[in-house]
């Protein structure tokens, strides 16, 4: 604060004579000089003051300056701290996924080894057994080899001796085998094996009868194909239904071909129990083509 002192100054009076006038200078030189000196006491005093007060301001200044520092070491450090335990925090988080993911990883490389090994086992199973079938392979073809040469010599024998009985006169039309065997759905499957040779060893058209008969009555079986073609050995194979209610005592085949006609009856009787016979006609294997045991 700026204080202005105002110093006052005495009217001259009017001019008095010599005596008075030096008394009068003497006065007002006493007077100015005590003027003076209140004046500096006042000036000094206001300086004093302005002092103080300049001081108590640099002290709150210094004291404000001192408490925003205070406030910016504490919010750093608490910003640090803060700082600190969320990075530690976010650090451990990743700390912990990075070794749940390492565990992961470890049990996925565990488990391609064990998928790899499997693999590879599987592989060398695979070539075993592709060897396995290509020795199997080899076999059967020449298993099937062998047989053909076998059916040729057979063909070649058989050839012969269709030709030498044909010189001989040939062999007449003859029954080699026949059989009835049940199945499911009151279904049955016939079989015979018909023998002939013509006298000019040429083949002949079979024609074959079948008949189911009882004490009264008789049914025909009606055979698929109607005629067959006979030069050696025919054999005729086929399935038929017993009709509900009929209970046949005898089946009777006949047979005629180049003028010849054979006539057989059999007596009709089931056989033992046949085991794991199928629940339905639809579960059947095709008609067994082999030979009749006789």
Not at 15 to 31: A, G, N, T
Not at 129 to 139: D, F, G, R, V
């Amino acid at each position: 604060m700026r204080f202005k002192s105002v110093l006052r100054f005495c009217s001259p009076p009017a001019r008095p004579s010599c005596q008075d006038s030096v008394s009068y200078k003497l006065e007002r030189s006493l007077h100015c000089s005590s003027l003076n000196t209140e004046t500096q006491r006042s000036v000094m005093k206001h300086y004093s003051i302005a002092r103080s007060q300049q001081g108590a301001s640099t002290l709150v200044l210094a004291l404000f300056v001192i408490a925003i520092l205070v406030t910016a070491i504490v919010a750093l450090v608490f910003g640090h701290k803060l700082g600190y335990q969320r990075g530690y925090y976010s650090m451990q988080n990743e700390t912990q996924q990075a070794v749940i993911t390492s565990k992961e990883s470890l049990q996925e490389l565990k488990d391609l080894r064990v998928s790899h090994k499997i693999a590879t086992n599987e592989v060398a199973t695979s070539k075993q057994e592709l060897e396995i079938s290509l020795a199997n392979l080899k076999e059967l073809r020449e298993n099937q080899q062998a047989i053909m040469v076998e059916n040729r010599q057979v063909a070649q024998l058989n050839d012969l001796y269709a030709e030498i009985v044909s010189e001989k006169g040939g062999m007449p039309l003859q029954i080699l085998g026949a059989k009835i065997e049940p199945l499911p759905e009151n279904a049955f499957e016939y079989g015979f094996d018909i023998g002939m040779l013509a006298s000019d060893g040429k083949a002949k058209r079979l024609n074959p009868t079948l008949t189911l008969l009882d004490d009264d009555d008789f049914v025909e079986v009606p055979l698929e194909p109607v005629s067959y073609t006979i030069e050696g050995v025919t054999r005729i194979r086929g399935r038929f239904t017993m009709p509900a209610g009929f209970k046949p005592l005898q089946i009777k085949l006949n047979l005629k071909a180049a003028g010849q006609e054979v006539e057989q009856l059999y007596d009709w009787k089931l056989g033992a129990k046949v085991d794991n016979m199928p629940l339905s006609l639809l579960d059947l294997p095709d008609v067994d083509e082999s030979p009749i045991e006789p």
